[in-house]
């Protein structure tokens, strides 16, 4: 049973773009939200990550909206760069026993055109 | 360099044969995870460690896979007569146990192909 669900599985965006990706989940029990980044060959490396008591947070050009009520997340790359095009997945965790650990989505592959 | 490290970080093997992964954590961390991402997908989790206790373990994990953490240090992951179907990134991440502190660290990962 997939407990988070991810969209788009691709996604083509122009240089300088907004680049948006969209997260569902089901356990309510989860009470972190990290995103991912991941290279070809490389381990996924934390991007950003955000909390159900907040409804945004932004680091740099990257901006996590949070909806509590419809379960959903979203991650959002402004002025999108050629060095932004990886494969992304959302992720959650609760801090309860039986849900500590990641459960991710599927992933969207990123591709930035210049 | 204070990250997460895998070894070996590939890994070619006859079917049938047996296959240890070693991972060393973030120092002080006291959680160690293991998880399997095969092409195309996230990550899945397998088990994982506080300390040197095994506290969980997925149904993916079979019979044929055992993990250890003897000091609570390094952890090993075993496959035991591999399968063509074991054939995946093998990748360990570390976390700190502190109220507010779930975020995972993530290791290069250990690429396995079963021949």
């Known amino acids: 049973q997939q407990q988070v669900k991810q969209s788009p599985q691709s996604l083509i965006v122009q240089k300088g773009g907004i680049s948006i990706i969209n997260c569902a989940y089901e356990?309510?029990?989860?009470?972190?939200f990290p995103w991912y980044q991941q290279f070809p060959g490389k381990g996924p490396a934390l991007l950003i990550a955000?909390?159900?008591?907040?409804s945004e947070k932004k680091e740099g050009r990257f901006t996590i909206s949070f909806n509590k009520s419809a379960k959903q997340f979203s991650l959002h790359i402004m002025d999108s760069q050629p060095g932004d095009s990886a494969t992304y997945f959302c992720?959650?965790?609760?801090?309860?026993?039986?849900?500590?650990?990641?459960?991710f989505g599927t992933g969207t592959r990123l591709t930035i055109i210049p | 360099d204070t990250g997460v490290s895998q070894d070996p970080r590939h890994k070619i093997t006859k079917r049938g044969q047996n296959v240890t992964f070693r991972c060393d954590p973030i120092?002080?961390?006291?959680?160690l995870y293991w998880y399997r991402q095969t092409l195309g997908q996230g990550p899945e989790f397998l088990t994982y460690?506080?300390?040197?206790?095994?506290?969980?373990k997925s149904r993916l994990l079979s019979d044929r896979f055992s993990a250890e953490r003897p000091k609570g240090s390094f952890s090993t992951l075993e496959i035991q007569r591999t399968e063509q179907g074991d054939s995946a990134m093998y990748l360990c991440?570390?976390?700190?146990?502190?109220?507010?502190?779930?975020?995972?660290?993530f290791g290069p990962g250990t690429r396995l192909l079963v021949l």
């Open positions: 120092s002080e961390h006291n959680r």
């Open positions: 356990n309510t029990a989860f009470d972190y």
């Open positions: 955000i909390r159900p008591d907040v």
């Open positions: 991440a570390s976390s700190p146990v502190l109220a507010g502190t779930e975020t995972q660290y």
């Open positions: 992720a959650a965790i609760g801090s309860n026993f039986g849900n500590e650990k990641l459960t």
């Open positions: 460690f506080q300390n040197e206790a095994q506290l969980e």
